[in-house]
């Protein structure tokens, strides 16, 4: 019998956050610059600390399990809570540098990736706003999410690892309680999107070929607290928490117009489960993936022409620690991740031909209270 946990709306900023602010104790290996033999990719996180925000670096083995490789100090401070968001850890498209949100010190942090996956530090930038949350890249164009005050965008050019901010491509959002948690480009780095939790809208801008952001073109989500997103193709699959009502969790799809506008494809499939917040989809566009924060479950689903539908009938495709929140599949789509909160770790899955998730015994244990942001290569 499926178990279902009931989460007011008040608590849905929790449940897709953080789950408690008691945290354990972590020990990473200083930095190295050579990964163990057998290391195939990374895995990376960062520790949101307010005494100094740092990524954690995880070597993944050719099975998908995970082993301590490193921190990394940002140079930014963190808030040590959740932070309702999607996209804090980001990998550029040619996944030659890192980035993070520090968003207690309202500035972003950038991050050589050398090709045993270790990190070096190539400066910190002020993020235009206040509470930077999330951030995105296409081309060496950046564009960072602030969601403190009264919220926006801000655009800015990375070139040799260095952030600049771009003039005039400032924007806001929909509104300035927008309670915003995700931006991400289109596959072409023309449309940005924004998911605003509060005003049940997705924002998009047009980019122009100066990286100036143009909008926001506002659209209604077809489900309430719409919240993290992947983007493949045309295609844009967004989360929607239903403000932490139980078993209320759905994903809906948009086709990506090149003015920005958005056209539904599928309008809030169920997951069946609690609280959708994050969201992965493979490379090859076939099988996107949600984080269900209220129910411990991650929600498969299987991607046609835009279309969604779920790979299992009960919603439940893989289950969790407590609170899964981030999620990210590696470069190659044989393993996803999941950053679980409640649990203050990281969960293990390889993904099997049809879509299923199997376990990996070996994830990562005893991250600090507030980590925040996943990424893999």
Same mark, same amino acid.
């Given at each position: 019998?499926?178990?279902?946990?009931?989460?007011?709306?008040?608590?849905?900023?929790?449940?897709?956050?953080?789950?408690?602010?008691?945290?354990?104790?972590?020990?990473?290996?200083?930095?190295?610059?050579?990964?163990?033999?057998?290391?195939?990719?990374?895995?990376?996180?960062?520790?949101?600390?307010?005494?100094?925000?740092?990524?954690?670096?995880?070597?993944?083995?050719?099975?998908?399990?995970?082993?301590?490789?490193?921190?990394?100090?940002?140079?930014?401070?963190?808030?040590?809570?959740?932070?309702?968001?999607?996209?804090?850890?980001?990998?550029?498209?040619? *996944? +030659?540098? !890192?980035? @993070?949100?520090?968003? #207690?010190? $309202?500035?972003?942090? /950038?991050?050589? &990736?050398?090709? =045993? %996956?270790?990190?070096?530090?190539?400066?910190?930038?002020?993020?235009?706003?206040?509470?930077?949350?999330?951030?995105?890249?296409?081309?060496?164009?950046?564009?960072?999410?602030?969601?403190?005050?009264?919220?926006?965008?801000?655009?800015?050019?990375?070139?040799?690892?260095?952030?600049?901010?771009?003039?005039?491509?400032?924007?806001?959002?929909?509104?300035?309680?927008?309670?915003?948690?995700?931006?991400?480009?289109?596959?072409? *780095? +023309?449309? !940005?999107? @924004?998911?605003?939790? #509060?005003? $049940?809208?997705?924002? /998009?801008?047009? &980019?122009?070929? =100066? %990286?100036?952001?143009?909008?926001?073109?506002?659209?209604?989500?077809?489900?309430?607290?719409?919240?993290?997103?992947?983007?493949?193709?045309?295609?844009?699959?967004?989360?929607?928490?239903?403000?932490?009502?139980?078993?209320?969790?759905?994903?809906?799809?948009?086709?990506?117009?090149?003015?920005?506008?958005?056209?539904?494809?599928?309008?809030?499939?169920?997951?069946?489960?609690?609280?959708?917040?994050?969201?992965?989809?493979?490379?090859?566009?076939?099988?996107?993936?949600?984080?269900?924060?209220?129910?411990?479950?991650?929600?498969?689903?299987?991607?046609?022409?835009?279309?969604?539908?779920?790979?299992?009938?009960?919603?439940?495709?893989?289950?969790?620690?407590?609170?899964?929140?981030?999620?990210?599949?590696?470069?190659?789509?044989?393993?996803?991740?999941?950053?679980?909160?409640?649990?203050?770790?990281?969960?293990?899955?390889?993904?099997?031909?049809?879509?299923?998730?199997?376990?990996?015994?070996?994830?990562?244990?005893?991250?600090?209270?507030?980590?925040?942001?996943?990424?893999?290569?």
């Amino acid at each position: 019998m499926k178990i279902v946990r009931f989460l007011p709306a008040l608590a849905l900023a929790a449940a897709c956050s953080s789950a408690d602010d008691v945290g354990r104790q972590f020990t990473l290996a200083p930095n190295s610059d050579l990964a163990p033999a057998g290391s195939v990719g990374q895995v990376y996180t960062a520790s949101n600390s307010v005494s100094g925000n740092a990524i954690l670096a995880f070597n993944r083995a050719a099975d998908g399990s995970l082993t301590p490789a490193g921190t990394y100090a940002t140079g930014g401070v963190g808030t040590g809570a959740g932070l309702g968001n999607q996209g804090g850890v980001i990998l550029t498209g040619d *996944g +030659r540098y !890192l980035l @993070v949100v520090n968003a #207690a010190s $309202n500035d972003v942090s /950038s991050f050589l &990736v050398r090709g =045993d %996956g270790s990190l070096e530090s190539t400066g910190t930038v002020n993020s235009g706003g206040e509470r930077p949350v999330s951030v995105t890249e296409s081309n060496g164009i950046v564009y960072v999410l602030n969601a403190g005050g009264a919220g926006g965008i801000a655009g800015f050019t990375l070139h040799q690892g260095k952030l600049s901010p771009i003039a005039g491509a400032t924007r806001p959002l929909s509104s300035s309680n927008a309670g915003a948690a995700q931006v991400q480009f289109d596959h072409a *780095g +023309r449309v !940005l999107i @924004v998911t605003e939790k #509060a005003t $049940n809208s997705l924002s /998009s801008y047009v &980019v122009d070929r =100066d %990286g100036v952001a143009h909008g926001p073109t506002v659209t209604t989500s077809n489900g309430a607290t719409p919240f993290g997103f992947a983007v493949s193709r045309r295609v844009a699959v967004v989360s929607e928490a239903f403000g932490g009502a139980p078993g209320a969790g759905a994903l809906s799809s948009y086709r990506i117009g090149n003015d920005g506008i958005l056209a539904t494809v599928s309008a809030s499939v169920a997951t069946t489960e609690t609280a959708a917040c994050w969201v992965a989809i493979t490379n090859d566009g076939r099988f996107a993936y949600t984080t269900n924060a209220g129910s411990a479950t991650i929600s498969g689903y299987r991607i046609e022409d835009g279309k969604l539908s779920l790979l299992d009938a009960d919603g439940v495709t893989a289950t969790t620690e407590a609170t899964p929140i981030d999620l990210a599949a590696s470069r190659n789509s044989q393993f996803i991740y999941s950053l679980n909160a409640g649990g203050h770790s990281i969960s293990a899955f390889a993904i099997g031909v049809d879509g299923a998730l199997d376990p990996v015994a070996a994830g990562a244990t005893g991250l600090p209270a507030g980590t925040n942001g996943l990424a893999a290569r």
